[in-house]
């Protein structure tokens, strides 16, 4: 967790995803920029395999704000979302042409928390300072 001189933002990483990056990018490229809810949805709606770890990971990092900090959910947002390349392992077989490959990756979420403007409903505003 890092606090930011304008507005907390909210950091949670996962380690040693069993995914490619190219098929967890294709997710986390939807959910950038969204809201905490709007990417829950998206995440759940959508079908790949890669949706889960990361739907499991905003909720963490969720989870981390309202606990840590008692920051409201509903106002959080995806500010930060990557995935970076780990190791490659690959598993040969006796038999030929009996090759596995295995990724390995990592995840990182960051939330930042918005103060919402309540004359506005759906709009976000200025972060809170603190």
Do not use: T
């Given at each position: 967790m890092k606090k930011n001189s304008s507005s907390p933002e909210i950091r949670a990483l996962a380690k040693h995803m069993h995914m490619s990056a190219h098929r967890a990018r294709r997710v986390i490229n939807q959910i950038?920029?969204?809201?905490?809810?709007q990417a829950l949805m998206i995440l759940e709606l959508m079908p790949y395999r890669a949706c889960y770890p990361i739907f499991q990971l905003i909720h963490s990092a969720a989870a981390n704000?309202?606990?840590?900090?008692?920051?409201?959910?509903?106002?959080?947002?995806?500010?930060?979302?990557?995935?970076?390349?780990?190791?490659?392992?690959?598993?040969?077989?006796?038999?030929?042409?009996?090759?596995?490959?295995?990724?390995?990756?990592?995840?990182?979420?960051?939330?930042?928390?918005?103060?919402?403007?309540?004359?506005?409903s759906n709009s976000l505003i200025m972060p809170i300072e603190s």
């Amino acid at each position: 967790m890092k606090k930011n001189s304008s507005s907390p933002e909210i950091r949670a990483l996962a380690k040693h995803m069993h995914m490619s990056a190219h098929r967890a990018r294709r997710v986390i490229n939807q959910i950038r920029g969204r809201s905490y809810e709007q990417a829950l949805m998206i995440l759940e709606l959508m079908p790949y395999r890669a949706c889960y770890p990361i739907f499991q990971l905003i909720h963490s990092a969720a989870a981390n704000a309202n606990h840590n900090m008692g920051l409201n959910k509903a106002n959080l947002f995806v500010s930060r979302a990557e995935v970076n390349e780990g190791a490659v392992l690959k598993d040969f077989n006796l038999e030929p042409k009996d090759v596995v490959i295995r990724y390995k990756n990592l995840l990182v979420i960051s939330l930042l928390y918005w103060k919402k403007d309540p004359s506005r409903s759906n709009s976000l505003i200025m972060p809170i300072e603190s």
